[in-house]
């Protein structure tokens, strides 16, 4: 009731003094708000890092669907850029199928090997719509190894399987 009644008096009498006060009682209450938004983001950041990390360590092995008509990239992650417009770390790795260091800017899955034989059945427009969820007319065509049989000697033979091997896995 008295909160009232020098809310009114405050309103009415001093109507500059009024605003003052209750833009920064707005502004304070705005400003814990904002930073109690900005504690849970930096708390969902260091989680999601520590998540990616976990699924995607140094030396980890993992698949890369591209969104390009281009093989799949099979490979062991070397390090990380963070520099990239994405908030997730992009992996630099080595990839086992062009014997290439690529960064990779791609859908990446933890390596197992039916996704592997799953994937290499597919042909890149078939990956595309089914990884990325719609068709797309590639521009450049590379060839590419579209058969589970091929992609395993061409893993063979640049090492990947004594590197999964070594791994334990």
């Given at each position: 009731?008295?909160?009232?009644?020098?809310?009114?008096?405050?309103?009415?009498?001093?109507?500059?003094?009024?605003?003052?006060?209750?833009?920064?009682?707005?502004?304070?209450?705005?400003?814990?708000?904002?930073s109690?938004?900005?504690?849970?983001?930096?708390?969902?950041?260091?989680?999601?890092?520590?998540?990616?990390?976990?699924?995607?360590?140094?030396?980890?092995?993992?698949?890369?669907?591209?969104?390009?008509?281009?093989?799949?990239?099979?490979?062991?992650?070397?390090?990380?850029?963070?520099?990239?417009?994405?908030?997730d770390?992009?992996?630099?790795?080595?990839?086992?199928?062009?014997?290439?260091?690529?960064?990779?800017?791609?859908?990446?899955?933890?390596?197992?090997e039916?996704?592997?034989?799953?994937?290499s059945?597919?042909?890149?427009?078939?990956?595309?719509?089914?990884?990325?969820?719609h068709k797309?007319?590639?521009?450049?065509?590379?060839?590419?190894?579209?058969?589970?049989?091929?992609?395993v000697?061409?893993?063979?033979?640049?090492?990947?399987?004594?590197?999964l091997?070594?791994?334990?896995?």
């Amino acid at each position: 009731m008295l909160e009232n009644i020098i809310t009114s008096i405050l309103k009415n009498i001093f109507p500059d003094t009024y605003k003052t006060i209750t833009n920064r009682a707005k502004s304070e209450g705005y400003q814990k708000y904002q930073s109690e938004v900005d504690k849970k983001n930096e708390l969902n950041e260091e989680w999601r890092l520590k998540e990616f990390d976990r699924l995607f360590p140094i030396d980890g092995l993992l698949i890369g669907v591209p969104n390009e008509h281009e093989n799949i990239v099979v490979g062991k992650v070397l390090r990380y850029d963070y520099s990239g417009r994405s908030s997730d770390p992009m992996p630099i790795v080595y990839d086992y199928v062009s014997k290439q260091e690529l960064f990779l800017m791609t859908k990446i899955y933890v390596f197992n090997e039916e996704l592997l034989k799953g994937l290499s059945k597919l042909t890149p427009q078939e990956r595309h719509i089914l990884i990325y969820g719609h068709k797309k007319d590639f521009k450049e065509k590379k060839e590419v190894i579209s058969d589970y049989e091929t992609m395993v000697s061409t893993l063979k033979q640049n090492g990947f399987y004594n590197e999964l091997e070594q791994k334990g896995e």
